[in-house]
């Protein structure tokens, strides 16, 4: 108990309110933070989750555009403990994607506190709690609270902010810029020639949008990239990955991966798609850094709707010069240059977590730092990476709780442990 009457600051008690959590306290309302919430419940521990916005999965729900699904089968992308309903098509839209996430936080009972930004987050020695400072806002109240917990489950993710590269001459430009988390549809940019900054998934598919809706887009590709189809002669490329990374060396299931998209798209270096020395596993496996599924938008490429540019030099007042000298004419920029870890900005702790956001360790070692502190969504390789790192959490925090609750119950005749949260 003396421990705990010294994590309270004298000089702030009266400012803020303080939540002992009996548990986990979970960063994030997001795919990953839901997982560990289900796989919590599952162990009988109880948890709080924490989310900055007013909704859970708030970057599916605010920061997608219209036209999104699953890159990836519906095996691959459902969460534990709940599988996708059985009507569901192979490639789950948007809106089906987040109805899942739902029903599968109605149905595990996580009842995340939303609008609750956490500021601070820190490890006290002296009591061996985390401290996590949060502030709250409902309407236009707004409130500081400290959760005070024994363990702490970081499930902010990959894509918490958005990448905004510094361009020269960019506010120069006069026109419409946008990142590609504001990108709804396509419909607005009708007639407009507009230039797409990014050619990972999002830019391609939001290219090939732009091109179904009969805007003339212009896609930037300034290194190297591998381009795959979805799916290989009926079967899903991501599944015929997986399935060739259980019997083979990374080296020769990208060989015969290689092999198979020049079989069906053909060579793509013609159309200014050069790609990289290093095959698409090793490179996700070694850089983190997905390979394009392609849905149509190279037929695009090669009809010449999309076109192909190479790296920007500088912008203008209505224009974009090229790296090779090229001057276009533009009416709109998006910014598909993707998203970034925030964990550096709050998380006060230099031993588990590197600079860029991402736990030092590599999977499958990122998981489980010390002193109580988790990860999950940090792997790189999506939701089914997510959900491996949720069912190690809870395995783990389980097996301790499980053991401190059978011998409390030895301690004492009457030693239900109320699974609540404190305030004080």
């Known amino acids: 108990m003396e421990n705990l009457f010294r994590l309270v600051d004298h000089e702030d008690f009266f400012a803020r309110r303080y939540i002992m959590v009996n548990g986990p306290v979970i960063i ?4 990953s933070g839901l997982a560990t919430a289900a796989c919590l419940r599952d162990q009988g521990v109880p948890f709080e989750v ?14 997608t555009y219209d036209r999104l699904k699953l890159h990836l089968p519906k095996t691959f992308c459902q969460l534990p403990k709940l599988p996708f309903p059985e009507d569901f098509p192979e490639y789950p839209t948007k809106r089906q994607f987040i109805d899942y996430l739902e029903s599968y936080a109605k149905h595990f009972e996580i009842n995340p506190k939303f609008n609750s930004c956490v500021q601070s987050a820190r490890y006290d020695d002296t009591s061996g709690f985390w401290r996590v400072n949060t502030v709250s806002t409902t309407g236009s109240t707004r409130s500081e609270v400290e959760y005070i917990c024994r363990w702490l489950i970081v499930a902010t993710g990959e894509n918490a902010e958005c990448v905004v590269p510094d361009i020269d ?26 230039l797409v900054v990014g050619c990972g998934n999002s830019g391609m598919e939001l290219s090939l949008d732009l091109c179904n809706h009969n805007a003339s887009p212009s896609i930037v590709v300034r290194s190297s990239i591998h381009v795959l189809p979805r799916e290989i002669y009926g079967k899903s490329t991501f599944e015929l990955a997986v399935f060739l990374l259980k019997w083979l060396p990374v080296w ?28 698409p596993m090793e490179l996700k496996n070694t850089q983190g850094k997905t390979p394009v599924l392609d849905i149509g938008a190279l037929d695009k490429i090669k009809s010449g709707g999309i076109k192909v540019v190479p790296g920007i030099k500088r912008f203008s007042y209505g224009h974009v010069e090229l790296v090779d000298g090229e001057v276009l004419d533009i009416d709109a920029v998006v910014l598909a240059t993707g998203y970034r870890s ?7 702790e230099g031993d588990f977590f590197s600079k860029n956001g991402f736990p030092k360790q590599p999977f499958p070692q990122g998981w489980k730092g010390n002193a109580g502190l988790y990860a999950v969504g940090f792997t790189r390789r999506g939701l089914s990476g997510a959900s491996c790192d949720a069912v190690r959490i809870a395995q783990d925090i389980g097996n301790v709780w499980t053991c401190e609750t059978k011998q409390n119950k030895k301690r004492t005749t009457a030693g239900h442990r109320r699974c609540i949260s404190q305030t004080f």
């Open 28 to 31: 994030g309302a997001g795919p």
């Open 50 to 63: 924490l989310e900055r916005a007013d909704c859970i999965a708030s970057l599916w729900q605010k920061r």
């Open 342 to 348: 925030n964990v550096p900005s709050w998380l006060q």
């Open 252 to 279: 020769l299931a990208d060989k015969l991966l290689l092999l198979f998209s020049w079989l069906i798209l053909g060579s793509i270096e013609k159309y200014g798609l050069n790609r990289p020395s290093v095959g």
């Open 169 to 194: 001459g960019l506010c120069e430009f006069g026109g419409e810029v946008v990142h590609a988390s504001e990108y709804k549809s396509g419909e607005k940019y009708k007639g407009q020639k507009v």
